[in-house]
């Protein structure tokens, strides 16, 4: 029972137990959904695979984003396991460390690249190959940060990213919506994640959230959680092309 129930999902990106995408993924398992997870190589496959039992998921493999032979792979298999799915999460972000610090003007052709590759091109790739198996519909929702729409201090050409990630998640919604697929993005205030301490000054960051957001405090990830399981659901059946904050409110004052 519960508002997943009969659903299943594909959730890319958890890399620990402080990822945002296993916060989604509690949320869901909470509400009836069965899960298939990927994890990116070896390393990260020791520390998801327990993660993966705790939630009675499935593990669809390792997937990196930069190969489309990985990506065709999860979803061949999900074909072949399940028939269809009805939801997925891409919570996939990457750039090189050192550009996430000092001016955006200095960042390298190469890692400008990359940096778009993983954390924009790949919801494109990722919504490709799942629009097929979403059969009856389904739900599509990635992670995004306040850095796509406004200047925010060492999110560089990662805010760069954000915003191509969101205009693909408006062009997605488009493309998808006939069949009855939505496309939307949790935009998720500072947390501090393995990805995110990549991020210069990010303990500055989390705390000028707390003084300034109107909630007077950070978010976590079971709160994304919880918001990303409204997207996921068919609580939000109406919604589509949205970036939906789950900021404290930051984004009102920011
Ligand atoms: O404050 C934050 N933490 C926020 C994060 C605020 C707003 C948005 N986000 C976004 C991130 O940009 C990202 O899109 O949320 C998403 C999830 O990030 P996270 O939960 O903060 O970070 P983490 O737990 O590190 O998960 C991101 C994972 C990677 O972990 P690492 O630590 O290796 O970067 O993305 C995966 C990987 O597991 N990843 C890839 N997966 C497949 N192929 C690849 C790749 N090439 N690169 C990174």
Same mark, same amino acid.
């Given at each position: 029972?519960?508002?997943?129930?009969g659903?299943?999902?594909?959730?890319?990106?958890?890399?620990?137990?402080?990822?945002?995408?296993?916060?989604?993924?509690?949320?869901?398992?909470?509400?009836?959904?069965?899960?298939?997870?990927? &994890?990116?190589?070896? !390393?990260?496959? $020791? %520390?998801?695979? #327990? +993660?993966?039992?705790?939630? =009675?998921?499935? *593990?669809?493999?390792?997937?990196?984003?930069?190969?489309?032979?990985?990506?065709?792979?999860?979803?061949?298999?999900?074909?072949?396991?399940?028939?269809?799915?009805?939801?997925?999460?891409?919570?996939?972000?990457?750039?090189d460390?050192?550009?996430?610090?000092?001016?955006?003007?200095?960042?390298?052709?190469?890692?400008?690249?990359?940096?778009?590759?993983?954390?924009? &091109?790949?919801?494109? !790739?990722?919504? $490709? %190959?799942?629009? #097929? +198996?979403?059969?009856?519909? =389904?739900?599509? *929702?990635?992670?995004?940060?306040?850095?796509?729409?406004?200047?925010?201090?060492?999110?560089n050409?990662?805010g760069?990213?954000?915003?191509?990630?969101?205009?693909?998640?408006?062009?997605?919604?488009?493309?998808?919506?006939?069949?009855?697929?939505?496309?939307?993005?949790?935009?998720?205030?500072?947390?501090?994640?393995?990805?995110?301490?990549?991020?210069?000054?990010?303990?500055?960051?989390?705390?000028?959230?707390?003084?300034?957001? #109107? +909630?007077?405090?950070?978010?976590?990830i079971?709160?994304?959680?919880?918001?990303?399981?409204y997207?996921?659901?068919?609580?939000?059946?109406?919604?589509?092309?949205?970036?939906?904050?789950?900021?404290?409110?930051?984004?009102?004052?920011?």
């Open positions: 029972s519960g508002l997943m129930a659903k299943r999902g594909l959730i890319m990106g958890i890399a620990n137990n402080r990822s945002i995408a296993w916060g989604i993924a509690k949320s869901c398992v909470a509400q009836g959904a069965e899960l298939a997870l990927t &994890y990116q190589g070896d !390393a990260f496959k $020791k %520390r998801v695979s #327990p +993660l993966a039992e705790e939630l =009675g998921a499935h *593990l669809a493999g390792h997937c990196d984003v930069t190969d489309m032979d990985t990506l065709d792979a999860v979803f061949d298999g999900l074909k072949e396991r399940w028939g269809k799915i009805d939801f997925v999460v891409h919570a996939i972000a990457f750039s460390k050192d550009e996430l610090d000092g001016r955006y003007v200095d960042t390298t052709r190469d890692n400008f690249l990359r940096t778009m590759d993983i954390s924009a &091109y790949s919801l494109t !790739a990722v919504a $490709k %190959r799942a629009e #097929p +198996l979403m059969t009856d519909g =389904g739900s599509i *929702l990635t992670l995004t940060y306040y850095g796509a729409e406004k200047v925010m201090p060492h999110y050409v990662m760069v990213a954000k915003a191509a990630l969101e205009a693909s998640v408006r062009y997605l919604a488009v493309d998808l919506g006939g069949k009855g697929i939505r496309v939307n993005a949790i935009s998720a205030g500072p947390i501090k994640t393995l990805a995110a301490s990549g991020i210069g000054d990010f303990r500055y960051i989390l705390k000028w959230n707390e003084y300034n957001a #109107p +909630l007077k405090r950070t978010v976590s079971d709160e994304v959680g919880d918001s990303g399981l997207l996921l659901s068919d609580l939000s059946r109406g919604v589509t092309g949205e970036i939906h904050h789950v900021d404290s409110g930051y984004h009102v004052v920011g």
